[in-house]
């Protein structure tokens, strides 16, 4: 099996690329610590300081003092360092996209890297993983080669949700006062469910993003809606999907055929390829799908094994390229 080498000025472009865009995942986690803000208040005659969350919740750490006014000075500091570093690696992001796009470092299907952005800045990303052949795009991405055009030909992206998470989601959701659906309409105004597919939802163009879980355990919720709203994704049991839920994790950065990068959470790529031969062995398999099923695990096996060897005696171990 043959996988096209992306080319030495790609290769350098994705390593640029791809290590300012984690150092500005690092600074946005840091700036996480100086959300809201601070402000003095005058009450009888004595100020008070007063910490505000993005909510506008507000609490008193006490009146003016030495303390007091380390506090905020602090505080004042960190922000504007934390804001002017975002600033600085948000342009230098933004550079490296032009560059990606004029090296064609990128393949990854635009609205696949748009979901994942949104999933990000809704702080959402991390109760989802992508389990599907948009996987594909994280392991290629990673060995810097192009796999086989048809084992990544789709218009769909699974995403698998952690309801060992759950209640996390729900909250965040109802902080942002929205859906997943409504969130997804952000990335793309025409989705919306299968009337008869709940966990499906559909764009005017046709490209689909199914919701799956784990078959319900004892804990598990069933049926499982993902919010409190009334249109929102109510989420399918996949067969075997616990072998996926409890799989290690890897990431990476994908890039986009416009030249814009997201990061892909998705399971260890041998874990992958094991999931994918169980499907193919299925005798209700459709035997078109079994087809693309094992031509998949055996791409992936062998991306292994030439490309990522050092993933090859660590399938039971969290990755992170």
């Known amino acids: 099996m043959d ?3 992306i080319g030495d000025d790609a290769r350098r472009q994705y ?8 150092a500005l995942e690092a600074a946005e986690a840091q700036a996480a610590g100086v959300r809201g803000g601070m402000y003095w208040k ?4 004595i ?8 909510r506008n919740a507000q609490k008193s750490l006490g009146a003016r003092g030495p303390e007091t006014e380390a506090i905020h000075n602090n505080f004042v500091r960190r922000k504007e360092e934390a804001e002017s570093r975002i600033k600085d690696l948000s342009e230098a992001v933004t550079r490296h996209q032009r560059m990606n796009r004029a090296l064609f470092v990128g393949r990854a299907p635009t609205i696949v890297v748009d979901i994942l952005d949104m999933l990000k800045r809704a702080d959402i990303l991390e109760h989802f993983t992508v389990v599907g052949t948009h996987a594909l795009y994280a392991y290629e991405t990673a060995a810097g080669v192009r796999l086989h055009s048809a084992a990544v030909a789709t218009r769909d992206v699974d995403l698998l949700w952690d309801t060992r998470k759950r209640f996390r989601l729900a909250t965040q959701l109802k902080r942002l006062d929205s859906s997943m659906l409504a969130l997804l309409r952000k990335v793309d105004k025409t989705f919306s469910l299968i009337d008869d597919q709940r966990y499906t939802a559909v764009n005017s ?7 799956l879980r784990r078959e319900a355990q004892e804990q598990d919720p069933h049926p499982a809606q993902l919010s409190d709203a009334e249109d929102d994704f109510w989420v ?3 067969r075997n999907a616990e072998q996926l839920v409890s799989a290690p994790r890897f990431s990476a950065v994908v890039v986009g055929t416009t030249g814009h990068m997201a990061r892909m959470n998705t399971v260890h790529p041998l874990a992958f390829a094991r ?3 169980w499907l193919a062995d299925r005798p209700d398999r459709d035997p078109l799908k079994s ?11 062998q991306l292994v094994r030439d490309y990522l060897p050092q993933l090859a005696d660590t399938p039971r171990a969290a990755t992170r390229p």
């Open 42 to 45: 005058t009450v009888g005659g």
């Open 275 to 277: 999931f994918k031969r």
């Open 205 to 211: 163009k046709g490209f689909e993003v199914d919701i």
């Open 291 to 301: 087809g693309r099923d094992t031509l998949q695990a055996d791409t992936v096996e």
């Open 47 to 54: 100020d008070y300081l007063i910490r505000t969350s993005t």
């Open 236 to 238: 399918v049991q996949a």
């Open 3 to 5: 996988f096209q080498d």
């Open 15 to 22: 390593i640029d690329a791809r290590a300012t865009f984690e």
